[in-house]
């Protein structure tokens, strides 16, 4: 039973992360992806100040690396001092190391320039690409909502609502990136595809060898 859920797991990983290739390597090749990109810059982006503008940018933050990492790293932490098991902090921080190591690798090999600045060019010292803030988003808020949903023991009507709300705040996060001109289409698209494919890989792992806590 844990080698299905195991491989089914991987099997979606899998796919996501060939959806991040497929995203790369638009990106690297000029696709009609980049072209879409360039639609989206060109198009009429409001400008939002006073209080509006503040909302906006702490909606923004809700994808911040510090944040997302520090919320995650606390409530494993409560979790596992509740339970009386490590996994739920190893969880997390395999989560934080995995995900900084690949979108790390990634911007730096790309180096991709911000729409901010005027121009879309690779290899050009920007660390846009892919999202940082989509796939802390996606990975960071997905294992928590994880984690309560294993070790809390809620129902599968909780456990739909709380991915539900994973959904909701990364979808949030990229339209709140793409009104303040932070980050281009793609380079979002690609950080909901890794930092799915981590968040599903991470929850295989867990699903594979089971804590003493889960067996019990």
Known sequence: MRKNQMFRALRWSFLLFLGF???TQQVLSNGPLVNFDNNVNHTHHPQFSGFAGFVLRRLDDLGLRWLTATVLIIAATY????FKTWRPINLAVLS????NFVVGVFKLFLGRTKPRDGFDLLHAGGMSYPSGHASNAVLSWGILAYLIYRYARVDKYQGRLASAAVVAISLTICIVSLIRHTHWFTDLLGGLFIGGALLVAVIA??????????LH
């Open 96 to 99: 934080v190391l995995a995900l």
């Open 21 to 23: 290739l497929v995203v």
């Open 205 to 214: 792992v867990d699903r594979y060898v089971p804590s003493e806590s889960q």
């Open 79 to 82: 979790i596992s001092y509740k």
